[in-house]
């Protein structure tokens, strides 16, 4: 099963007749340059070509008002001055008499995606449009955008093909105020926005682009803004806000589709976002939402202005939706202040209505970067006190997640009871432990230790015994440096208290040349002890353990 790339040459007719500096970036060269960079890696051809069609007046319609879609059928027949008068009623927007014609096409491009990924015609895919959709009101243009694409795309994923949850990632720099507005009361659409923000400061300019904006009646808690309120944020920005507040509350949510309002005017370069993170990063956020909802992932282009960064960009989302590895990231992998700052207040906005950010209680994330370059960090977590694979995640009869209850609200009490009751016995059924007693514990060598942790966080003295250690790094020239072998015993000690049920997760440290085989070692020595499933996450440098298969089994096992 492949990768679709939807397109239309006709989508590079509107452009901008008269002057006006805020819309001139938004221009036919952004779809020339990035499709022609596509074929010129030779990515284009690897890809499902499906030409795009135009959209019909009722699927408009799934989120577009009769008068507004008239409106703009009408633009066809506008001289240039008319044009002019009438984008002048909206905000950063420009019309030409063939932005009916492309704006249908780019709406009818994300369903045709769409269309295809629920037939199982393919994997995944990209549409490749203009004008760009996520700030289109139901009877409004805005930012460029005159459908709402990925909004439409929706309605109709839920009307055409039944689906129940669907997740809307929208990494465009700019908040998709249109698909907030469109759905802030659904609780069936999940939309997550993160957005240069500035406390307000920046274009649109909406307090409702903040942090405590959550959604609005059955769909509180499906809203997810995360603003930036500094400009600069990089690769560990990114990766951090997919760690800690998209990937937790879209694995609870569970969604059966990814729409992902592809923007690229948050990478480097972009005059509009001014942020730094290079195009691989796309590809390591593309590999991250591939492991939901069965890899259905459809993007849908939106912004980005910097047709060299916006076309490597585009290679680099369509490189991971074809399954290529993603280049490692530059840079160091510390997020700002202002990130943690911004990830924390989404986290506490949310905490109500998502059990995965309830957990690590008040304390929210430490402040302390992690070591520099010369080690990689392996995170190891007990596979029990986590959502338990076995069963279903819990749903109200509808079908969506069940309503989760907010701490202190008036039927918390009560229900509370009721809930952790239900809770054990459902661990008891399915033979789990009670969580254990250390919730993280540390194994650092040395030159690490002077990590400011936590108070909370166990530091683990404790070393596995020389031999046992030695005999696991026979096999690995990388683990014959001392340094290496003195952190494997760690990591082994840290395993064997985890396997024991003693400690919830830990965090080791190991020298980079060793970090590939020390996994290999951890993921033996999980294995040897009766492991049935586990799940490696690398993010960054890190290659595939040599020995592992395909189909994801280890040779041995
Ligand atoms: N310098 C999209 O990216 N101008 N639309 C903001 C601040 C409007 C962006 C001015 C930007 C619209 C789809
Ligand atoms: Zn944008």
Redesign the pocket.
């Known amino acids: 099963m492949g990768t679709a790339l939807v397109y239309h040459e006709d989508m590079t007719a509107a452009r901008l007749l008269w002057d006006d500096p ?2 001139e ?2 221009c036919p060269e952004r779809l020339t340059t990035a499709l022609e960079r596509l074929q010129q890696r030779g990515l284009e051809q690897r890809c499902l070509r499906l030409a795009a069609r135009e959209a019909s007046e009722a699927e408009l319609g799934l989120v577009h008002s009769p008068e507004y879609v008239a409106l703009l059928q009408g633009t066809q027949a506008l001289g240039t001055g008319e044009l002019q008068t009438l984008s002048g009623q909206y ?2 927007v420009y019309f030409h008499p063939s932005t009916f014609h492309c704006a249908r096409l780019a709406a009818g491009a994300a369903l045709q995606l769409v269309d295809a990924v629920l037939a199982g015609a393919v994997r995944n895919g990209l549409a490749l449009v203009r ?5 289109s009101q139901r009877a409004a243009a ?4 005159v459908f709402n694409n990925v909004a439409i795309a929706a309605k109709h994923a839920q009307r055409q093909h039944g689906l129940h949850r669907i997740l809307i990632v929208d990494w ?3 908040h998709g105020q249109g698909i907030q507005y469109i759905f802030e009361d659904d609780p069936s659409v999940l939309y997550f926005s993160w957005h240069r923000y500035e406390h307000g400061r ?3 300019y909406l307090r409702e682009s903040d942090a405590d904006a959550v959604g609005q009646g059955p769909g509180l808690g499906f809203t997810v803004n995360l603003p930036w309120n500094q400009v600069g944020m990089g690769n560990a920005d990114y990766v951090a806000a997919f760690l800690h507040v998209l990937l937790p509350v879209a694995f609870e949510f569970n969604p059966e589709l990814v729409l992902v309002s592809a ?1 690229f ?1 948050s990478a480097i370069g972009d ?2 976002g001014q942020m730094q993170a290079t195009p691989e990063c796309f590809a390591h956020l593309t590999q991250l939402l591939q492991m939901l909802a069965g890899g259905r992932v459809c993007a849908v282009l ?4 910097h047709l060299e960064s916006l076309s490597q960009s585009v290679c680099m989302m369509v490189q991971a939706l074809l399954g290529d590895p993603a280049p490692p990231l530059s840079g160091p992998m510390v997020p700002h202040a202002s990130a943690l700052e911004s990830i924390e207040s989404v986290r506490v906005a949310q905490a109500p209505h998502w059990m995965s950010l309830q957990q690590q209680g008040q304390r929210g994330l430490g402040r302390d970067g992690a070591s520099g370059s010369h080690a990689v960090a392996v995170t190891l977590n007990h596979p029990l006190g986590v959502a338990p694979v076995l069963s279903p995640s819990p749903r109200s009869p509808e079908g969506r997640p069940s309503p989760l209850l907010l701490p202190g609200g008036p039927e918390f009490k009560a229900a509370a009871t009721q809930d952790v009751a239900a809770l054990s016995s459902l661990l008891d059924q399915l033979r789990l432990n009670p969580t254990p007693p250390v919730r993280t514990a540390v194994a650092l060598t040395a030159p690490d230790a002077a990590l400011a942790l936590p108070s909370d966080v166990l530091c683990e003295e404790g070393s596995a015994p020389q031999e046992e250690t030695q005999a696991w790094a026979r096999p690995h020239e990388a683990l014959a440096q001392d340094r290496a072998l003195t952190a494997l015993g760690k990591v082994l000690y840290l395993l064997d208290r985890i396997l024991d049920g003693q400690v919830s997760s830990g965090i080791a440290v190991t020298p980079a040349s060793a970090a590939a085989a020390t996994l290999d070692v951890a993921i033996r020595c999980g294995l040897s002890h009766g492991a049935q499933r586990l799940l490696c996450l690398a993010v960054g440098q890190l290659d595939r353990p040599p020995d592992l298969t395909d189909d994801g089994r280890l040779e041995g096992f």
């Open positions: 805020e819309c970036i938004e905000d950063a004008p760009p959709g996520h700030h805005n930012g460029f955008c465009d720099v700019h920046f274009w649109p923007g005017d005059p509009e939106e912004g980005g202005y």
